[in-house]
């Protein structure tokens, strides 16, 4: 099965790749926010945070409260599996359409 850190790094790749996009991983530590999600970015000026899970695994009750904090405010906040779910969300949101 496909590691975590494998999928954050295939989802960077592909978000990096979208003219007026800029995401990048957010580490854990001291100085973050417990729970916060995986991947932050913008593209064209809407911002997004994703959290990362291999698939069939969900995530902690922090990080969907986390998530729902920044939907809240307004940013395309998710839990995602694969590059293709990514994808779709930012088609369905209208922040990006069309191949690369």
């Known amino acids: ?22 995401a990048r991983k957010r ?7 417990a729970g916060d999600p995986d991947i932050t970015g913008c ?3 809407h911002h997004f945070e994703f959290e990362v899970k291999r698939p069939g ?4 009750a922090l990080q969907e ?12 906040a998710a839990t995602v599996t694969t590059v293709a779910e ?7 949101r209208r922040f990006f359409v069309g191949e690369l």
């Open 43 to 45: 593209i064209c000026g």
């Open 86 to 92: 990514v994808r779709s969300l930012l088609e369905e």
């Open 1 to 22: 099965m496909t590691s975590e850190r494998a999928i954050v790094k295939a989802i960077l790749a592909y978000l990096n790749e979208i003219p007026g996009c800029l």
């Open 57 to 60: 695994e969900r995530p902690t």
């Open 65 to 76: 409260r986390r998530l729902r904090e920044w939907a809240a405010a307004g940013a395309l």
């Open 27 to 33: 580490w854990g530590g001291g100085l973050g926010v």
